[in-house]
Structures are given as structure tokens and as C-alpha cells.
């Protein structure tokens, strides 16, 4: 089952399949194994389930003029290198109107929290990321917005669309943080009607040690 989903023909196969299988468990080998043929049907329709959620196309509401609304998924504070490639995406001189910007954080929880409902620090924790990031982009000349949002970025970006009209969304990846959003992100790709615009923020370079007696200072390497 792929994103395009099952086309209409295959689906009485596969009901006539499962239907078969059952009596034909019946009638060769009685109760006992009509039910547990039954048994085995039912779990592989619940594991196909659960593995392939439909997943429709994300599309946000139509905007109500022209102007350019952009939203942006941060995971952790703006600083730097991000605020100046976020800057130069939505400043677009040939524009009149002032982009809207909102920033859409996720409030992230550690199983413990989670299970004892302590959802307090994972939404300190992303409010903090917001409060930085807005700070800093402000200082920039960007005028943002911000919003704390769902735990599953994919959720969080479908929740938020429903009501905000944007024109461009805008994840910021980077300190640590490119694994942990990359199969979230390639699945934002194929579903935002939008198109999804990534911002690579890469790690600070670290000074080697110097050669003893030699001088000359050491080359910087990039983090992992």
C-alpha cells in the first residue's frame, strides 16, 4: 500500500481471499483451525493497519489576500546562521506587504512525563526555543509570531494548517537534530500541497590542538 492507496478492483480479491481461507480452514480441519486461520486474518489486517495509516494530502486554507504567510518548524533556539537564511527566505524586496511569520515549536516529552500526564517541562522547554528564536529574529528585523504545538511534528504541521494559511513552510534542521526529523520531514514532503523548504544549520566548527612546536594553529573540524 503506497501513498496512492489500493486501487477499487483489488478490494474484492482480497475480501474473497480472507473469506476462503476461513471456511476452507473450516472445513479441513474443523473448528480449531477455522479459528485460528480467522485469528490470523484478523491480526494482519490490525498490522497493515497500523503500518499503513491513510495519509492524505496536507492543505492549508485558502489565504484571505495576498500577502505571503510563512511558517516555521523549529526544535531547538535560532541563532546565527539560521536567522540570517530565515531572514533572506522571507524578506522578497519585489514585495509590498509584510510577510507573516509564525513559529511552530514541538513540546517534546520523555516517557516518564508522559506517563505520569507531567507535561509541564516539555512545553517550558519548547516555549524557551520559541522565546529565543522570536528574540532573535526580532533583533533581525523579522516580526514573528509563536505557538507551541503537538509532540509529532507531522501532527503538529496538520493540526496548525487547518487554520493558518500558508504560503511556504520553512523546517530548520541542524545542531543534532537532522536524524531525529528526517523521516517526519520526508513524509511533510510528500503530503504539504505547499511544498516544504528545509534550513540546514550546521554545527560549529571545533579548533584542533596545535602540534607541539610547530606554531601554527590547527584547522577546525566539523562536528558529527
Known sequence: M???GVAAWK???IVSAIAISIVGGFYLGGPGLGMAVGALAAAAIVV???RHPPRRPICPPPAPDSRRRVLVLVDSPLEGTAVDLLSELV???AELATPEVLLLAPS???FLDRWASDL???RH???RNLVISAASL???GVAASARVGDEDLVQMVEDELRTFPATDVVLVTGNGRGDAVGSPARELRARLETGLRTVSVEAPLAPEAPVEGSGAPGRGTRYP
Open 2 to 4: 503506497g501513498d496512492e
Open 11 to 13: 478490494f474484492p480479491l
Open 48 to 50: 497493515e493497519a497500523v
Open 91 to 93: 524578506f522578497d524586496p
Open 108 to 110: 517534546r516529552h520523555r
Open 120 to 122: 509541564d517541562p516539555g
Open 125 to 127: 522547554a519548547a516555549q
Open 138 to 140: 526580532a533583533a533581525a
